[in-house]
C-alpha cells in the first residue's frame, strides 16, 4: 500500500524557514517524481514544486521560486521541502503527492499524504 | 498560463439525485482534466484522469466527460459519502493548476 506521511509543519514567523518532509512507503521510490500541492486557508489548491526521480530536475511555482527548495534523499524514501523567506500567504496544509514516473511531466496526482500545517504569523 | 474556473462554488442536492458539476479552461487543454473528491480533514482523492477515465476503486456513478475547454463530472445519483467539495486539475501544459472547487452539499 502506498503511503506518503509528512511531518515538520508549524508556527513559524515572516522571514523564517521550516524544512517539511515526506516519508514514502509501499512503492519504489526511485522510479517516481514526486510533488508538493498546498491547500491555503479557504481551500484553494496550488501545485508548489516537483523534482524528477533522480533528483536532478526540479520546478517550482513562481511563487516561491528563490525561496522553495525541494530535495529527496532516495536512501532514506524522504522528500523535502526547505522554505525560506516564509510570507503569510504561504501558510496552508502542504502535501506531497506521487507522480506517474520518473520525470517530470504535467501530470494528475494519484497519491496524496495526509498533509502538515505550516503557519506564518 | 491557464485558468480553470468552476462554477457556481456551492451546489445543493438531495441523496439520490443527479449532480453535474462544470469545469472551463480558459484555453484548450485537450483531454487533460484531472477531477479530485475532498472531504473535510481529508487530503484530495483522484476521481478521474484524463477527461472520462475512473481512478482505481472509484465507482460507476462518477463520470467524466468533455474536451478542449469544457469539461463536467456526473455523479448519476448522489450518495451520502458524496457530499464533498470537488477540484478539477488540468495537464494540458506546465503549471499544472487546479480550479476553486465546488462544493456539494446537502439541500
Known amino acids: 500500500e502506498v503511503q506518503l506521511l509528512e511531518s515538520g509543519g508549524g508556527l513559524v514567523q515572516p522571514e523564517g524557514s521550516l524544512r517539511v518532509s515526506c516519508a514514502a512507503s509501499g512503492f519504489t521510490f526511485t522510479d517516481y517524481a514526486m510533488s508538493w500541492v498546498r491547500q491555503v486557508p479557504g481551500g484553494g489548491l496550488e501545485w508548489v514544486s516537483s523534482i524528477s526521480s533522480g533528483g536532478g530536475i526540479r520546478h517550482h511555482a513562481d511563487s516561491v521560486k528563490g525561496r522553495f527548495t525541494i530535495s529527496r534523499d532516495n536512501s532514506k524514501n524522504i522528500l523535502y521541502l526547505q522554505m525560506d523567506s516564509l510570507k503569510p500567504e504561504d501558510a496552508g496544509v502542504y502535501y506531497c503527492?506521487?507522480?506517474?514516473?520518473?520525470?517530470?511531466?504535467?501530470?494528475?496526482?494519484?497519491?496524496w499524504g495526509q498533509g502538515t500545517l505550516v503557519a506564518v504569523s | 498560463e491557464i485558468v480553470l474556473t468552476q462554477s457556481p462554488a456551492t451546489l445543493s442536492f438531495s441523496p439520490g439525485e443527479r449532480a453535474t458539476l462544470s469545469c472551463r479552461a480558459s484555453?484548450?487543454?485537450?483531454?487533460?482534466l484531472v477531477w479530485y473528491q475532498q472531504k473535510p480533514g481529508q487530503a484530495p482523492r483522484l476521481l478521474i484522469y484524463?477527461?472520462?477515465n475512473r481512478a482505481t476503486g472509484i465507482p460507476a456513478r462518477f463520470t467524466g466527460s468533455g474536451s478542449g475547454t469544457d469539461f463536467t463530472l456526473t455523479i448519476t445519483s448522489l450518495e451520502p459519502e458524496d457530499f464533498a467539495v470537488y477540484y478539477c486539475q488540468q495537464r494540458g501544459s506546465w503549471p499544472p493548476l487546479f480550479g476553486g472547487g465546488t462544493k456539494v452539499e446537502i439541500k
Open positions: 484555453q484548450s487543454v485537450g483531454k487533460y
Open positions: 484524463d477527461a472520462s
Open positions: 503527492a506521487r507522480g506517474l514516473g520518473p520525470t517530470i511531466n504535467v501530470e494528475y496526482f494519484q497519491y
